[in-house]
């Protein structure tokens, strides 16, 4: 296994509300990635946090938010959830941020928006 | 144009069978490659780095061509616990000092009896 934990496994909300979803990485990885992958697709990268600093974004609205803390826990907040953001939320952490550093992924949460 | 693109497939093919999945990348700026495995529903799983030399590992070899900006994964003795989705991912850098991973759509993989 990876040693990378997501919590929930699985979440319904209805459009409009606002979700915090949760990963704890790896011990000394100081760089989390979050990724969306709706059905059918790979993963869409959505932002990355290197020592509780968000240092990347992908295309995604400022609705989608996140936090790392000292401890390698990282959350991500969406608000004003939208059905097309029914998808797997994945994390990913890694030692730094090389371009050459693997990055292990979580099991991911699925969330439904209805 | 996709920045990764991949055949989503299906392939179909029998037990014992060798099969190749190929892919190309845009970004010549890319700094790493890997093919990931994503059995339905789980999260992807790093299957192997590859590089210009090729590398093998067991019945999985992943080649690395940069001037063309492809890259190739070849899986002999197909076994059923193969078949799965197969992702093609590149790994570059953003103008923020980070990097991320960029997905092909993947491509789906079932053996047969």
């Known amino acids: 296994e990876t040693g990378v934990t997501q919590s929930p496994t699985h979440l319904i909300k209805t459009r409009g509300q606002q979700v915090t979803l949760r990963c704890s990485s790896q011990?000394?990885?100081?760089?989390v990635s979050w990724y969306q992958q709706a059905l059918g697709q790979g993963p869409q990268f959505i932002f990355q946090?290197?020592?509780?600093?968000?240092?990347g974004r992908g295309n995604f609205p400022p609705r989608f938010s996140g936090l790392q803390f000292p401890n390698y826990s990282s959350e991500l907040n969406v608000n004003a959830l939208e059905l097309d953001d029914s998808a797997l939320y994945l994390c990913a952490s890694s030692l730094e941020t090389s371009g050459t550093d693997t990055q292990y992924f979580g099991p991911g949460t699925r969330l439904t928006v209805l | 144009r996709k920045e990764v693109e991949q055949d989503p497939g299906p392939f179909n093919v029998p037990e014992g069978a060798t099969v190749a999945f190929n892919c190309t990348y845009s970004n010549s700026a890319s700094q790493s490659f890997f093919w990931y495995r994503q059995d339905c529903r789980k999260e992807p799983k790093l299957l192997m780095s590859?590089?210009?030399s090729g590398n093998e590992d067991g019945r999985f070899t992943a080649q690395l061509n940069r001037a063309s900006q492809y890259i190739s994964l070849l899986i002999r003795d197909s076994k059923l616990s193969d078949s799965a989705t197969y992702l093609c991912v590149v790994n570059g850098l953003l103008t923020g000092g980070g990097n991320k991973l960029t997905f092909g759509t993947g491509t789906q993989l079932k053996v047969e009896l």
């Open positions: 011990s000394g990885h100081n760089t």
């Open positions: 946090y290197y020592r509780e600093e968000e240092n």
């Open positions: 590859v590089y210009s």
